[in-house]
């Protein structure tokens, strides 16, 4: 790296050290100095059975949102990329519009939809199929859909730069050797997609691990999760201490999935 490139790149990593850099230091010293210096609030975030609970459920969750969103994401980007005209309009509106709506819209709006007075329940019961409300809220269930329709769209994009990759001329040979589309799709295309969904999943399942919006209010509080856990740790209880360490726990092992997901990146790109 030059001088030129130095000066060009200081400001923002300057700016990054201030914003993000200095806070996160700041967590590190609580957590080893509250209530009382030491590791202890680490050892209580790696034993107690609420925290390892709360773990356990947020990385159950993760990975059942990052599967579906990533199922999901992976045919949508098909007919976005493969498709005809009018079905890549009508994915691209699929795609872009979630973005133009906030997660706090998007979580109540889901709330309105599947609460056991909500819209779904009303119909349903009305047209006679249920006697009963279903509970779609205020559950693992409900934090699910509330996650997965936020995080589809991020699936799509590294998934649309693996296929537009892929060399028709593969494909074509394939197909003149007899195979069948399935047998292409399985046996050749997606293994030449692996690059993007490798990055899809992890780029969802980083997403996924920070979740707090969605599901405090999908959630209703009995599917509290990691990000939820320390905001009632640092501004409820208050436990600063045990609430840092969960943070750095978590950006741990979120920064080692990032460090995974840029290794595979340029190892891709090779």
């Known amino acids: 790296m030059t001088a030129r490139h130095i000066l060009l790149l200081g400001p923002l990593m300057l700016l990054l050290a201030v914003a993000y850099l200095v806070p996160f230091l700041g967590v590190m010293e ?6 009382e210096p030491g590791f202890g609030q680490y050892a209580v975030a790696l034993t107690d059975p609420l925290v390892l609970g709360v773990i356990w459920r947020t990385l159950r969750i ?3 949102v990052t599967v579906l969103s990533v199922a999901a994401a992976y045919v949508l980007t098909l ?11 009508v994915i691209e509106l699929c795609i872009l519009i979630p973005f133009w709506i906030s997660v706090l819209t998007r979580a109540f709006g889901w709330l309105a939809l599947l609460s056991n007075k909500g819209i779904l329940n009303t119909w349903l019961q009305q047209l006679g199929v249920l006697s009963e409300p279903l509970t779609l809220v205020r559950n693992e269930f409900g934090v699910v859909v509330g996650m997965v329709h936020f995080l589809i769209p991020f699936a799509v994009f590294p998934l649309a730069s693996s296929m537009r990759a892929v060399d028709e001329r593969v494909l074509m040979a394939a197909r003149g050797m007899g ?21 899809a999943v992890l780029l969802v399942f980083v997403f996924a691990l920070g979740f707090f919006i969605t599901p405090a209010i999908l959630g209703g509080g009995r599917s509290v999760m990691v990000a939820e856990l320390i905001y009632l740790r640092i501004f409820q209880s208050p436990d600063w201490g045990l609430g840092a360490a969960i943070s750095v726990i978590l950006m741990v092992t979120v920064g080692a999935l990032l460090a995974l997901m840029l290794r595979q990146v340029r190892g891709t790109g090779k």
């Not at 195979?179 to 990055?199: C, D, E, H, N």
């Open 62 to 64: 993760c990975a059942v």
């Open 30 to 35: 609580w957590s080893v100095t509250l209530p």
């Open 79 to 89: 007919i976005w990329v493969r498709g005809g005209p009018a079905a890549r309009v």
């Open 179 to 199: 195979a069948s589309r399935a047998r292409i799709f399985w046996q050749v295309f997606v293994p030449m997609t692996k690059g993007g969904i490798l990055g």
